[in-house]
């Protein structure tokens, strides 16, 4: 006989039916007119400014973070002047890339899911279907595309206040030169790195908004049901970029594409 | 008109319509009363394919809803007008721009033409001022009376209510009902409410329906409705009587 399904099991079946289908209407909906060109241009700008203080006060932290421990373990193995070197290749290569979106996990996805969520909840997403317009088409697909555009950009600004944080902390704490600490990090920085970092960017924003957008989309219940949607959508999308940075080690290391 | 034959919709695990059988005659405003939960909201959605039953057959100027394709569901959606539960205007635009969304999205007409349908059914509603208002600054009866605004501007034939005037205080859900009653008797459209309001349903029905367990038990015109001894009249009655008890009980 078959144990019955406990609540929980059951929300996180419809959490994952849910996600799962958003992945085919994304692409149904994707090439068909009308092209929601006027929400794509304010999702970029809501992008932009919801995320950007968000991303450049991460990168500052990190910057900060990996540069002390850089220049801490430098001087303690007597390799001070590496210290800029490594701080940057952990920065730019691993740490603003998942770090950044685990961010914009927390502040855009999170954004999303309640956003689309109280809109099904109050009936907006079937008041446009009964209007004839395709809510994937005119909510979801602005947002995702916003997302794989603006997050590698949040990225750059990120890796900016990340290099400054790192050159500024190293020259107070361990007085380390700006140019030995450039100098220093220039050999150890190839062009891969960077390309490489920001396509896991872009896949990072692809699957945090279909996952954050197909939750709320598919929402049922009130406002507590609300509240662990959201949770559920936090939860989901930190797996999310965890096993794409994971995926992307194994590759890296099969075909060496950060080698120093 | 709208027919259902046989409607039978159920969730995992409860069966809301079992059997339901309908007509809604044209040019006049048929309420469907019963209690909360018993799938008035869920008739509706039936009926404007945004939920498919199992089973049975509704048609609307006899163009069959159940199992229509997406283009054909479209063309029937654009003879229906419905107003939301709490009028579901959307939060990000301001009461012009979500009246105007239904024209201007698929560029039904030029922008000035749109203003001036915008204004006119704004005019219409006695809402013209607040054109430029966001919807967090409007009163429940207000986004209503917009919601309105909105359904009608594509002129549509049917005009669906899903209680229009649930969790409004008295003075605004008689302004709701008046602005119902008025639409009827100016433009003739088709009207579809579903309720649980005994004083709307006196107001503004001209045949009324009695749903019971997932199935339209009676069906009358509005005078042998409210007439002595019907199951209408006994359903509002027991309504009443039970709420009064109620409230006696708490006291």
Redesign the interface.
Do not use: C, W
């Given at each position: 006989m078959s144990r019955p399904e406990s609540e929980a099991a059951r929300e996180w079946r419809h959490a994952g039916a849910s996600t799962a289908s958003m992945y085919g209407n994304f692409f149904f909906w994707l090439f068909r007119e009308p092209f929601p060109t006027r929400q794509l241009g304010a999702q970029i700008v809501r992008v932009m400014l919801e995320g950007f203080g968000i991303l450049a006060v991460a990168g500052i932290v990190e910057g900060a973070m990996f540069a002390w421990l850089g220049g801490w373990y430098g001087t303690k193995f007597s390799v001070v002047n590496w210290a800029g070197a490594a701080s940057l290749y952990l920065l730019l290569s691993a740490a603003t890339t998942l770090f950044g979106a685990m961010m914009f996990a927390a502040k855009i996805g999170t954004a999303f899911t309640v956003e689309i969520g109280s809109m099904q909840m109050?009936?907006?997403l079937?008041?446009l279907?009964?209007?004839?317009?395709e809510p994937t088409q005119?909510i979801v697909i602005p947002r995702v595309l916003a997302s794989i555009l603006c997050l590698p950009i949040l990225k750059a600004i990120s890796d900016a206040c990340a290099i400054i944080a790192a050159i500024v902390l190293s020259k107070l704490w361990f007085d380390i030169s700006v140019p030995i600490f450039l100098q220093h990090a220039l050999l150890v920085l190839k062009h891969t790195i960077l390309t490489t970092s920001y396509i896991r960017c872009a896949l990072h924003a692809f699957f945090i908004s279909i996952n954050a957008c197909g939750l709320g989309f598919h929402f049922q219940g009130g406002a507590i049901e609300l509240g662990r949607t959201t949770t559920k959508s936090i939860v989901i999308n930190l797996i999310c970029v965890l096993v794409i940075d994971t995926v992307y080690g194994v590759m890296d290391s099969v075909f060496g594409w950060s080698t120093v | 008109m709208i027919c259902a034959r046989g409607v039978h919709f159920a969730f995992p695990g409860r069966t809301v319509l079992e059997a339901l059988s309908i007509d809604i005659e044209e040019s006049i405003t048929t309420v469907i009363v019963g209690r909360s939960g018993i799938g008035k909201s869920v008739l509706l959605?039936c009926i404007?394919g945004?939920l498919r039953p199992q089973s049975g057959s509704i048609t609307i100027d006899g163009d069959e809803v159940v199992g229509a394709s997406r283009q054909q569901i479209?063309a029937i959606?654009?003879r229906?007008?419905?107003l939301?539960?709490?009028g579901?205007?959307?939060?990000s635009m301001t009461v012009f721009e979500n009246v105007a969304?239904?024209l201007s999205?698929?560029k039904l007409a030029s922008g000035k033409e749109i203003e001036r349908r915008v204004l006119a059914y704004l005019d219409l509603v006695g809402l013209r001022e607040y054109a430029r208002a966001m919807p967090q600054e409007l009163s429940g009866g207000m986004k209503r009376k917009i919601a309105v605004a909105r359904a009608m501007i594509?002129e549509p034939r049917y005009l669906l209510y899903d209680e229009p005037t649930a969790g409004l205080d008295p003075a605004s859900a008689a302004v709701v009902e008046s602005m119902i009653r008025r639409l009827q008797r100016e433009r003739a459209i088709t009207s579809l409410v579903v309720t649980h309001d005994i004083d709307l349903t006196r107001y503004i029905a001209d045949r009324i329906a009695l749903m019971e367990e997932g199935r339209i038990s009676a069906h009358a015109g509005r005078e042998d409705a409210f007439a002595e001894p019907s199951a209408i009249y006994e359903h509002f009655i027991e309504n009443r009587e039970r709420i009064r008890a109620e409230n006696g009980s708490q006291g």
């Open positions: 109050s009936g907006q079937d008041a279907r009964l209007m004839a317009v005119y | 959605k404007t945004l479209l959606r654009r229906i007008g419905m939301f539960q709490e579901a205007l959307f939060d969304f239904p999205y698929h594509l």
